[in-house]
C-alpha cells in the first residue's frame, strides 16, 4: 500500500502517531500492555518501518510508551511512584524526586471561581471537584496543593472514598492520557491555609505554583496552586 493512500494532511509520522494513540486513547492498547511488533504495526498501518519508528520515538518522548530492549515497547502504566517523577517539580538535595508520605483531604463538589473556569474552560452550569492535599518529607510538610477538576470529565471522583496522590494516576482511571503542563512559579505570603498545613507563621514567604495540566488533545485536565516550604530541596525547570 501507497503510504499516501492511507494518511494525509498532517505528517505522516504524526499521523501514524495518532493512530496508536487512538487505540491508547480507546483502551484496545491497556497501561502496562504490551504494543504489537515494530513488523506486524508497520504492516497493519502500511507504513514504512522508518516512519513507524520516528512516530514511536513521539510517543515516547512524550512518556506515553516505554521501549525495553529485549521485551518490546509498552503502553506506560502511570502507577504511584513512576508518575511522581513527570510532574513533580521538587527535588531533594540528591535530585531524587521527594517520596514522602501524602495526605489527601476530602474531595467536595461545588461551583468554579472565575479562574478555574477560564483555566479549565468550564461550560456554563459545570462544577468542579476540589481537595487538598499535603506532601511530607520525614514528617515535614514541604508542599500543601490545592486541586480543582471538572466534575462533568471525572464524574463520581467526588464521591470517591480515595484519591491517587499523583495527576497521571488519578487521570488514568478515568482514561485521560496527561501530556504536558505549563504554570506560573512566584514568591508569595503563605495564605492562612497553606501556612497552617505547612507549620508556619501566617505571611511566611513561600514559593507559589500555578499549574494547568493537558491532555493529548490539549485540553485542560486539572488546575492546581501549590504553596512549597523549600529548605534543603528545590524546584526543577526544564526549558526547551
Known sequence: ??????????????????????????GKLRPGGLLPSELDLHR???????TLRKALGVLENEQLIVREPGRGTFVRSHHAGRALDRFNPVRGADGTPLRGQVKTGKAKL???????????????GDQVVRFERTRYVEERPYAYELLCLSDRRFPGLAQRASIPDELEELAQAWGVLVA????????????????????????????????????????????????????NEYCRLEMR
Open 44 to 50: 497493519e498501518l502500511g507504513v514504512s518501518l522508518g
Open 110 to 124: 461545588g461551583s468554579p471561581r472565575n479562574w478555574e473556569r477560564a483555566a479549565l474552560r468550564l461550560e456554563p
Open 180 to 231: 504536558r503542563a505549563e504554570g506560573k512559579v512566584r514568591a508569595v505570603a503563605a495564605p492562612p491555609a497553606a501556612a497552617a498545613a505547612l507549620s508556619l507563621s501566617d505571611h511566611t514567604v513561600v514559593l507559589s505554583l500555578e499549574r494547568v495540566a493537558f491532555d493529548t488533545d490539549d485540553n485542560p485536565v486539572e488546575a492546581m496552586t501549590a504553596y512549597f516550604d523549600l529548605r
Open 1 to 26: 500500500m501507497n503510504e499516501d493512500s492511507k494518511f494525509q494532511v498532517r505528517p505522516l509520522y504524526l499521523q501514524v502517531r495518532d493512530a496508536v494513540l487512538e487505540r491508547i486513547k480507546d
